[in-house]
């Protein structure tokens, strides 16, 4: 069957407290109304890149990977802005879409932009620059009404909207897009005729989205109070973020009799779609590199082991250092026929760091805990000789899967750790894991009470 219309602005559960379909759902969504392909284009992030690609693959779904950006408005020559737009800085919605790997390349960078600078953690954007400077391999479509073109044109300023749409169109080309959608909301009204004439004026094509946020109308309700909870406000207020019943999975059906007068809207979704080629696929982690000395990774870890085991069988007998000598070669045997010992080497860095700087750091917990390795590099401080503890448990040749230390730094110096990791591997090479919080059964109860 022949697509009719792809969905290019969808909200995963990973637009967190403002998307509310699950990733399988938007597959299913997709196999119940034939839609061949389909994007993501979660708020400010590819959270959801991995299942999503996936997801897409196991069902025969072409994945188009993207995300939905803030874009800071420039400054007006010699204006000075205020204290409230230094606080909150002016924003407008950009919809990027992958479409080969330099594209996805080039919007990880973007991200790294839009999080770390000036003024960035606390109101996460990107500049038209760097907008700029990073568009190869990327489609952009300008966000409708609440993009930069709509703000200009809804503030009565249609030659400076012109005048952004050529600059965008000098960098992406082709790759640009007049974003209209059919909401039933006001400013869509307000915008659309001037930016159909901007579009045909200066050959821009246009694509037709439907915002995406639940995937049914009847579920508008409970959505709102979704975002009431987001925002911390109350559903009976009146001056909030609101959406509409229309941001709903629309079938092609639904879309092409919405834009019946704009067909070529609906052709370019399917245009669009035929351009992306780019999947995610699992990579082997990548470890910075230890600084060995002369010494390779191999070499330095058995050293540094043979050192450490001296060091905890002082006066023992030699009955037990023959016993944790043997036991240490095994797994060193292991550790080193598996590529770890860098890792072992790196995490013994920073946790002896850490001990010599009077940072709390607990003594091991997890399968960790059962490596003699481990216990002589002072990474764990449980002895697993004395408590029977495997080593297999915590790395095992016949299952190849990365070995997890579980290691308790003190809650008010940890930081102090991190920045040493940092400033020592490199600030671009250390992340810190996020576990996103659930809307749990009894505590979603209290809030929806508490919104409505």
Same mark, same amino acid.
């Given at each position: 069957?022949?697509?009719?219309?792809?969905?290019?602005?969808?909200?995963?559960?990973?637009?967190?407290?403002?998307?509310?379909?699950?990733?399988?759902?938007?597959?299913?969504?997709?196999?119940?109304?034939?839609?061949?392909?389909?994007?993501?284009?979660?708020?400010?992030?590819?959270?959801?890149?991995?299942?999503?690609?996936?997801?897409?693959?196991?069902?025969?779904?072409?994945?188009?990977?993207?995300?939905?950006?803030?874009?800071?408005?420039?400054?007006?020559?010699?204006?000075?802005?205020?204290?409230?737009?230094?606080?909150?800085?002016?924003?407008?919605?950009?919809?990027?879409?992958?479409?080969?790997?330099?594209?996805?390349?080039?919007?990880?960078?973007?991200?790294?932009?839009?999080?770390?600078? #000036?003024?960035?953690?606390?109101?996460?954007?990107?500049?038209?620059?760097?907008?700029? #400077?990073?568009?190869?391999?990327?489609?952009?479509?300008?966000?409708?009404?609440?993009?930069?073109?709509?703000?200009?044109?809804?503030?009565?300023?249609?030659?400076?909207?012109?005048?952004?749409?050529?600059?965008?169109?000098?960098?992406?080309?082709?790759?640009?897009?007049? #974003?209209?959608?059919?909401?039933?909301?006001?400013?869509?009204?307000?915008?659309?005729?001037?930016?159909?004439?901007?579009?045909?004026?200066?050959?821009?094509?246009?694509?037709?989205?439907?915002?995406?946020?639940?995937?049914?109308?009847?579920?508008?309700?409970?959505?709102?109070?979704?975002?009431?909870?987001?925002?911390?406000?109350?559903?009976?207020?009146?001056?909030?973020?609101?959406?509409?019943?229309?941001?709903?999975?629309?079938?092609?059906?639904?879309?092409?009799?919405?834009?019946?007068?704009?067909?070529?809207?609906?052709?370019?979704?399917?245009?669009?779609?035929?351009?992306?080629?780019?999947?995610?696929?699992?990579?082997?982690?990548?470890?910075?590199?230890?600084?060995?000395?002369?010494?390779?990774?191999? #070499?330095?870890?058995?050293?540094?082991?043979?050192?450490?085991?001296?060091?905890?069988?002082?006066?023992?007998?030699?009955?037990?250092?023959?016993?944790?000598?043997?036991?240490?070669?095994?797994?060193?045997?292991?550790?080193?026929?598996?590529?770890?010992?860098?890792?072992?080497?790196?995490?013994?860095?920073?946790?002896?760091?850490?001990?010599?700087?009077?940072?709390?750091?607990?003594?091991?917990?997890?399968?960790?805990?059962?490596?003699?390795?481990?216990?002589?590099?002072?990474?764990?401080?449980?002895?697993?000789?004395?408590?029977?503890?495997?080593?297999?448990r915590f790395l095992n040749p016949e299952r190849v899967s990365m070995p997890d230390f579980d290691v308790d730094f003190?809650?008010?110096?940890?930081?102090?750790?991190?920045?040493?990791?940092?400033?020592?591997?490199?600030?671009?090479?250390?992340?810190?894991?996020?576990?996103?919080?659930?809307?749990?059964?009894?505590?979603?109860?209290?809030?929806?009470?508490?919104?409505?």
């Amino acid at each position: 069957m022949t697509p009719e219309f792809i969905h290019l602005h969808v909200h995963s559960q990973y637009s967190l407290l403002e998307g509310a379909m699950k990733i399988p759902k938007l597959i299913d969504a997709c196999v119940e109304h034939n839609m061949p392909a389909m994007a993501i284009t979660d708020t400010a992030n590819l959270f959801g890149g991995m299942d999503f690609s996936y997801a897409c693959a196991a069902a025969g779904i072409q994945p188009i990977l993207g995300t939905l950006l803030l874009l800071k408005q420039e400054a007006e020559p010699g204006h000075m802005p205020s204290v409230k737009e230094e606080i909150n800085p002016p924003m407008d919605k950009i919809v990027l879409l992958v479409q080969n790997e330099t594209g996805y390349k080039n919007l990880l960078k973007l991200f790294n932009h839009y999080y770390m600078g #000036e003024g960035k953690q606390t109101f996460p954007h990107i500049t038209l620059p760097e907008l700029e #400077e990073f568009s190869a391999g990327l489609i952009l479509l300008t966000g409708g009404p609440e993009g930069p073109i709509g703000r200009y044109i809804l503030s009565g300023q249609p030659d400076k909207a012109e005048s952004l749409l050529l600059r965008l169109k000098e960098t992406f080309g082709d790759r640009l897009y007049m #974003e209209i959608m059919r909401h039933g909301m006001a400013i869509e009204r307000q915008t659309e005729e001037a930016f159909l004439d901007l579009a045909y004026k200066h050959n821009v094509p246009l694509v037709a989205t439907n915002d995406v946020l639940f995937k049914t109308a009847d579920m508008y309700e409970a959505h709102d109070a979704l975002l009431c909870i987001a925002d911390k406000t109350y559903v009976d207020v009146q001056d909030r973020r609101k959406v509409t019943p229309q941001h709903y999975f629309k079938t092609a059906e639904e879309m092409k009799a919405l834009f019946a007068d704009l067909p070529e809207a609906i052709q370019n979704t399917v245009q669009i779609a035929k351009r992306c080629g780019f999947m995610l696929h699992k990579m082997k982690p990548a470890f910075p590199q230890y600084d060995c000395g002369g010494f390779t990774e191999d #070499e330095l870890l058995v050293k540094k082991a043979h050192e450490g085991l001296e060091k905890r069988m002082k006066n023992r007998s030699e009955e037990d250092r023959k016993k944790y000598a043997d036991r240490m070669e095994y797994e060193l045997g292991i550790i080193k026929q598996m590529g770890f010992p860098g890792y072992f080497l790196i995490v013994s860095d920073f946790i002896q760091w850490s001990k010599a700087h009077g940072i709390p750091v607990g003594p091991g917990r997890g399968s960790g805990a059962g490596s003699v390795v481990a216990w002589a590099l002072t990474i764990t401080d449980i002895d697993p000789l004395k408590f029977n503890l495997l080593f297999e448990r915590f790395l095992n040749p016949e299952r190849v899967s990365m070995p997890d230390f579980d290691v308790d730094f003190c809650q008010e110096r940890r930081g102090e750790t991190i920045q040493y990791v940092q400033e020592k591997y490199g600030f671009d090479h250390v992340a810190q894991i996020v576990t996103f919080g659930q809307l749990q059964a009894k505590a979603v109860i209290r809030d929806v009470g508490r919104v409505l």
